[in-house]
Each structure stands twice: as structure tokens, then as C-alpha cells.
């Protein structure tokens, strides 16, 4: 194949991308929810400046500023300790980042439980350091604070079925929705929701068939992880498709590459890169021109001859 193909099929390679990537309207709440039943929803986590970049650029429809990112990115061993401050840092940085897709914020542990105006508190400064939206962990018992931040203006997103802020308290990380009853309940869950006003809800390792139930019997777009295909919407975590986290591996993270190995394998020739003297080469330096390079030997050489004569002439030598 000659350049000039080569170069057709990149043109075309970023055609395709640009088509997938669609106009660079900066997307609304309003948008989000006239998706459901018209085009699924793609939703991924990002807690800084170049991976939401990326994410961005390539199209991802709602950006997830996760409390996950208290594990992958702090290395916490579960989203309970993360903290505003940590969070409004990851929020901040996603935004200076973000153009077009929609920034959704979750809201950590302790930051909404204590009382309706500490959650609407809290959610305002998510507001101000550049997301679009908030996402609360928890149903019917938290419906009080979430009718109050949407009243102050704040779209909501709700998040139910496995809730890590808290199940794996009580039940451990377990799939949910796998009886009549617990259906049912998380179906009235998501029905209260809706009431309430959210946008979306996240289904997190709900049954499929539960799943796909509360997709067709509420108007606001499921976004799904671990649930199944029938949501409206799928989220993931970045670190966990690129493989950067493996601590834990659920059984529905879809590898699809492994950044870890690309990472360690250029680092490790960079390691010997340096000690072989392989890097940097004379074309990553900087050059002083020969006029005054020969100025500068000059010089030099007249400071070290004032220098020996000064030392020979000291008394104390
Ligand atoms: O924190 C997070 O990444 C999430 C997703 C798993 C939905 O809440």
C-alpha cells in the first residue's frame, strides 16, 4: 500500500471517529433523558484532567466523577473514606477537561446523610467547581434530600440496587433484585425516584430481568453496571476496562486493553534507556551557539586563573 492510501485510511479512520464523536454541542440534562428509547447512553468514571479529555473528545455521553476514584486513584480500599475535598479536586480537574459531555458528580459518604441542608450544602459546591449534576447512593430513605437539592436547582442522578457506600455493611457485595420481594422493592425504589425528580437512575449488579422490568415501567433512562442489557444507559470504570485496577474484579468489567502492561513495558525501557546512556541523545537537547560557547571557555578559563592566584597569595594556604 502506497502514503497516499495510508493517508486516505486515516482520513477516513478519523472521519469515523468524528461521526461517532456528533456535534460539539455541550449536552444537557434534557438531552440525556431523550435518549431513552432512542440510542443507549454511554457513561464512563474519570477523576482528572486527560482522561476526561479523552473521554470527551471521543463522545461518552456523561461523564461519572465516581466516588470509585477513591479506590483507583487514592487507593482506598472501598468508597467509604473519599472526601469532599478529594472528590471536589477530581470534579474540578473533569471539568477544566470537558466540553461536550455531561458531568455527573457522586456525592461521598457522609457528605448528604446527615441532614437536608448539609446535602444541599455540598451539592452546591459540586455545582460550582463545574459539574453539571449530582448522584446520591440510596432510595425511599433518602428521597428528603434529594427533593431539596433538585429544588434549588441541581439535577440528580439515583443510584440503587448495590450501593458500596453501604451495602457491603450489612450484606457484603451481592447481586440484587434475585427475589420477588427484593425485585418488587427495587422497583417501587425506582418509581419514588422518578417522583422525586432525578434524571436517571444507575441499576448497580441488579438482575437483568429486574433491570430491564424498571427500564420499561419508569420514563427517566436506566444506566446499568452489572445489570444486565436491557438498561438505557452503561456505565463503567475507566481504570477497570483499561486494566489499571485489579484488586477487584467483578465479573462484569469488559476488558478492552490492558494499559497496565503498555505503562510497565514503556516505563521498563525507559529504565534502561537511562542507565545504558540510550537517553536523552543530542536531539533532545539544547544547544548554546559556537560564538559563544568559545566566550564562555574564555571566561571560564580567566575566573579559574584569578581563582589559583588568589589561593596561592592567602596567608592561610
Ligand atoms: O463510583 C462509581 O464509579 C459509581 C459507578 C460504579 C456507578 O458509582
Known amino acids: ?73 487514592l487507593g482506598y480500599t472501598s468508597t467509604v473514606p473519599v472526601n469532599m475535598k478529594e472528590m471536589l479536586i477530581f470534579s474540578k480537574a473533569v471539568s477544566v477537561g470537558t466540553k461536550r459531555s455531561l458531568i455527573v458528580s457522586d456525592m461521598p459518604f457522609g457528605s448528604y446523610q446527615i441532614d437536608i441542608n448539609h446535602a444541599v450544602k455540598n451539592a452546591i459546591r459540586f455545582i460550582k ?38 451495602t457491603r455493611l450489612w ?17 417501587r425504589e425506582a418509581i419514588e425516584l422518578e417522583k422525586a425528580g432525578v434524571f436517571a437512575i444507575v441499576l448497580e449488579m441488579v438482575t437483568s430481568e429486574v433491570a430491564e422490568l424498571i427500564s420499561k415501567s419508569i420514563k427517566i433512562p436506566t444506566i446499568g453496571i452489572g445489570s444486565g442489557p436491557y438498561c438505557d444507559g452503561q456505565v463503567l470504570v475507566l481504570h477497570d476496562m483499561l486494566n489499571l485496577y485489579d484488586n477487584i474484579k467483578p465479573r462484569f468489567v469488559k476488558t478492552y486493553t490492558n494499559l497496565s502492561e503498555i505503562i510497565l513495558n514503556a516505563v521498563h525501557t525507559y529504565i534502561i534507556d537511562v542507565k545504558t546512556g540510550k537517553f536523552p541523545e543530542e536531539k533532545h537537547s539544547y544547544k548554546i551557539e559556537d560564538k559563544e560557547y568559545e566566550r564562555l571557555v574564555k571566561t571560564i578559563k580567566k575566573i579559574q586563573k584569578k581563582i589559583s592566584s588568589s589561593s596561592s597569595s592567602s596567608p592561610n594556604t
Do not use: F
Not at 428509547?37 to 479523552?54: G, H, M, P, Q
Not at 440510596?138 to 458500596?164: F, Q, S
Open 171 to 187: 450484606e457484603g457485595y451481592k447481586v440484587q433484585g434475585n427475589t420477588a420481594i427484593r425485585g418488587s422493592q427495587l422497583l
Open 1 to 73: 500500500m502506497n502514503k497516499t492510501n495510508n493517508n486516505n485510511n486515516n482520513n477516513n479512520n478519523n472521519n469515523k471517529k468524528n461521526q461517532k464523536t456528533g456535534p460539539k454541542k455541550k449536552l444537557v440534562v434534557n438531552d440525556i433523558v431523550s435518549m431513552k428509547n432512542n440510542e443507549k447512553i454511554s457513561v464512563i468514571t474519570s477523576y482528572d484532567y486527560w482522561s476526561a479529555k479523552i473521554c470527551d473528545k471521543i463522545g461518552v455521553d456523561i461523564i461519572l466523577v465516581g466516588d470509585s476514584g477513591g479506590m483507583v486513584m
Open 129 to 166: 467547581s463545574g459539574s453539571d449534576a449530582v448522584k446520591l447512593e440510596g432510595g425511599i430513605e433518602i428521597i428528603d434530600r434529594i427533593k431539596a437539592i433538585i429544588d434549588v436547582g441541581i439535577p440528580v442522578m439515583g443510584h440503587i440496587g448495590l450501593k458500596p457506600q453501604t
